[in-house]
């Protein structure tokens, strides 16, 4: 059975917001989000990713969206992808096989391979007090609640990202 979503769980959700014009690629969400969940500063086991093109002037933060419908949760083949008590959208690693086809599956760039494990990894909100926001000194992350207000501003921050990477609205 499959679990329900935010949007149709009785308990609190959150979501991360990303505003790309306050972050400054400083990647210190990157090393507070390794030392949270490995215990090393090492930005690529990280569950957000800044990814920098200095020739454009172009700094994207990527972290998982929580999606209403994830297709990341629908491309796993073993349930390794579900709901935990908080409401969060997490990969469970003791059953990841590590196939990749979350990565395929998610149009956002939220999900990634840890290059120590080979299994899957994506943003949790560090079980409800996210390392990323606390390390963010710009505040370009917040964690709102995923009621109508809160995907609103997620989606205007997507909206954002689509504008800088030359996508229409709602393309992928």
Known sequence: MKAESPAESPLLKSILVIDINKCTGCRNCELACSVAHTKSFNPS?????????????????????????????????????????????????????G?????????????EIDPMTLKAIKCDLCWGDPACVKACEYDAISMVEA??????????????????????????
């Open 45 to 97: 086991r990280s569950r957000i990713q800044i990814l920098k093109n200095e020739d454009q002037n172009m700094i994207l933060p990527m972290v998982c969206l929580q999606c209403e419908e994830p297709l990341c949760e629908q491309a796993c083949p073993n349930g390794a992808i579900s709901y935990n008590e908080k409401g969060t959208l997490y990969v469970s690693s003791k059953v990841c096989i």
């Open 99 to 111: 196939c990749m086809n979350c990565v395929t599956a998610c149009t956002f760039g939220g999900i």
């Open 147 to 172: 009621e109508r207000d809160g995907l609103a501003e997620r989606n205007k921050g997507v909206d954002v990202v689509n504008q800088t990477l030359g996508l229409k609205t709602g393309e992928v």
